[in-house]
């Protein structure tokens, strides 16, 4: 979505994403996950109390293709509320999971949520991060679109993957920026080994799900500004509007270096 790739609306982004887990937090409304969801026709089989999240989970465990991560070492960059590292070590059986993301607001929710001894979660950002492990599998899901350097972030995930290591990295992308995206991950040493577009399930979970997911924005008022509608992925918002018209799509990759 680039022209959201850029420090102003980067900042934008995350300020937003701040201000939502500072509500989160004092209104106690927690929810674990922020994806779009991904809607099959077999779902993933979890446990009750997780089904509410059902289509969250269901494109977590997408964007593995078919990979498994019992056992092993996993990063997630841009992490979120820890819905999704507490999918890996649930239902994933991975040894131990690191959290990293921009929001402070949002790496207190993972840490007030998921404090036992495989997690660890710290504030950090994608574009310009260093740590002094190496990790089996780097997950990056709906996350890299307010990047403003989307090469800084290959060459942060590179240095921190293990030789044998895989990238699993899912977002909605500019169809016509595909191409230069593909490269830009090619010029800081990775190889694309697998990629999908999944976009037909991404729109079917935003049809299923968005009345649930947003009560009070059926209909935008007429002077609502653009992020607001990109921020904010209903069914009304110009981010459907293009995942349907195609203008956009969601791609996952499997990245080695
Ligand atoms: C749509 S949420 C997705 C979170 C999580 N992957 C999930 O699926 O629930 C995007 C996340 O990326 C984080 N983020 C945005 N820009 C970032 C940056 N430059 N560095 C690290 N995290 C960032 C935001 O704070 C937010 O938590």
């Known amino acids: 979505m680039s022209k959201f790739n850029n420090k102003f609306f980067s900042n934008i982004w995350v300020s ?50 078919d990979n498994k991560v019992k056992n092993t070492s996993v990063l997630e960059v841009g992490c979120g509320r820890g819905g999704g590292c507490y999918f890996f070590v649930k239902y994933g059986k991975a040894t131990s999971v690191y959290g990293l993301d921009k929001s402070n607001q949002n790496i207190k929710l993972c840490q007030k949520y998921f404090n036992s001894k495989e997690y660890k979660f710290s504030i950090g950002d994608a574009t310009d991060f260093k740590l002094n492990q190496n ?26 993957l293990k030789n044998e290591g895989l990238f699993f990295y899912a977002d909605i992308f500019v169809s016509s920026e595909l191409k230069e995206i593909e490269s830009k991950m090619e010029i800081a040493g990775l190889t694309i080994v697998g990629k999908e577009n999944i976009t037909d399930g991404v729109v079917k979970s935003i049809e299923k799900n968005s009345i649930r997911w947003f009560p009070f924005s059926t209909k935008y008022p007429k002077l609502t500004p653009s992020f607001v509608k990109v921020f904010n992925a209903s069914l009304h ?14 791609y996952c990759y499997v990245v080695k270096k």
């Open 237 to 250: 918002s110009d981010i459907f509007k293009k995942l349907k018209n195609g203008e956009l799509q969601y």
């Open 135 to 160: 990790f089996d599998y780097v997950i990056n899901l709906e996350s890299s679109h307010s990047y403003p350097n989307l090469l800084n972030f290959y060459e942060c995930v590179k240095n921190v």
């Open 16 to 65: 937003a994403y701040e201000l939502y887990g500072f509500y989160t937090r004092i209104t106690n409304k927690y929810t674990p996950y922020m994806n779009l969801g991904f809607q099959v026709e077999q779902d993933v089989e979890i446990e009750d109390e997780d089904k509410w999240f059902q289509p969250n989970i269901n494109l977590y465990y997408k964007i593995l293709q």
